[in-house]
């Protein structure tokens, strides 16, 4: 099992000094990678930072971490945009460059922002086509379903024969576009662990099925693994997240937790956090802040609930959670950003949790 970093453009968001956030960010992945971690996933939405920008000055400051969006869509970039942008930084940072890659929320943009989404898993796997034929020689691709690309040959391609494509997936024809196309998969936050432990044994045979070698194929599990002795007000800020991110269409799926009933308390979130509004508007997260009730979406979510969805707590009981994932064929996981970047800190915690 290997370590991740997951960074988003909210420190940002919140940092009254925007040269302080942006260094601060350029010496959390220095520091990871100096601490041996596998990667570093930037987040990208339209209503956030540019994390190609991010990862470009990132790759000159760092030799070995693996870098890349976590994730963008086909949406926000159109592919061709998409396969300069990670060959640029495949250069940039001399072979290190993976594309993680989603659907996106299609309200955000075909109401939000006019663009025609289509069928979003279609542009999905046209998406990923186009860019294998973009970076393998001769570097020029055509397609006509959603999009329509006609004998367009690129001048650059990555260093990497292969840039990694991983896909963030949960719902079954998502996750059947992984298991034929992709080189593993990216699944969400509060994924419980019933949920994982059932899901990746089928999706690996879903690999081997497509005449892949799943032994090859990685599942990366969005963790944010916390160790501290005091944990509740870390799972009380996380309520803010669940409700935002959960409450989105499909993304409760994962949510599969013995002795509550999920359904139930979803349904009341989305009441409360107003979210068919907000997609009706085409809105997206900051909206959601705006128009929804955080404050009693958080009395709504038991504490309990968070404390099993939630990769936070002493290292033991952390490194045992962690060793059932690898158990169930989990590859990589996700370290919660330290406040303070140290390698010695990155070094020790990884020590504390690793199976």
């Not at 089928?202 to 944010?224: C, I, M, N, P």
């Not at 499909?250 to 949510?255: D, E, K, P, S, T």
């Not at 099993?308 to 990589?332: C, D, F, I, M, N």
């Amino acid at each position: 099992m290997e370590f991740c970093l997951d960074l988003s453009h909210l420190p940002w968001a919140r940092d009254p000094d925007p040269r302080h956030a942006a260094r601060l960010t350029i010496r959390t992945i220095e520091v990871a990678d100096q601490a041996g971690l596998h990667s570093a996933w930037l987040s990208e939405d339209p209503d956030g930072w540019d994390a190609f920008t991010v990862l470009g000055a990132a790759a000159l400051r760092t030799e070995r971490i693996r870098l890349g969006t976590g994730v963008t869509n086909p949406y926000l970039r159109h592919p061709v945009l998409l396969a300069l942008s990670v060959a640029t930084l495949d250069r940039l940072s001399g072979g290190r460059a993976f594309l993680g890659l989603g659907r996106g929320q299609p309200e955000w943009y075909r109401h939000g922002l006019g663009i025609a989404t289509g069928r979003p898993l279609a542009a999905l796997e046209e998406t990923i086509m186009l860019l294998r034929q973009w970076w393998e020689p001769p570097h020029c691709a055509s397609i006509d379903g959603h999009f329509h690309v006609h004998e367009w040959r690129l001048a650059l391609a990555p260093v990497q024969s292969a840039v990694p494509i991983y896909l963030a997936a949960i719902g079954p024809r998502a996750l059947q576009l992984a298991a034929r196309l992709a080189n593993g998969v990216l699944i969400a936050d509060f994924a419980s662990e019933p949920f994982v432990r059932r899901l990746v044994p089928e999706l690996l045979s879903q690999v081997q099925a497509a005449g892949r070698d799943a032994t090859t194929f990685h599942v990366f599990v969005r963790t944010a693994l916390t160790v501290t002795d005091d944990p509740e007000p870390i799972l009380e800020r996380r309520k803010n997240l669940f409700a935002l991110l959960c409450t989105l269409p499909g993304m409760a799926r994962q949510v599969e937790v013995p002795g509550f009933d999920v359904p139930a308390l979803i349904a009341r979130l989305r009441k409360v956090m107003r979210t068919q509004e907000v997609l009706a508007r085409g809105g997206g997260f900051a909206l959601a802040r705006d128009l929804g009730d955080l404050a009693t979406a958080r009395r709504l979510i038991p504490t309990e609930l968070m404390a099993v969805l939630s990769y936070v707590g002493p290292a033991s009981e952390l490194r045992h959670r962690l060793r059932r994932l690898a158990e169930s064929g989990v590859t990589h996981v996700f370290l919660a950003p330290p406040a303070h970047p140290d390698p010695a800190l990155y070094a020790e915690l990884i020590a504390q949790v690793r199976p």
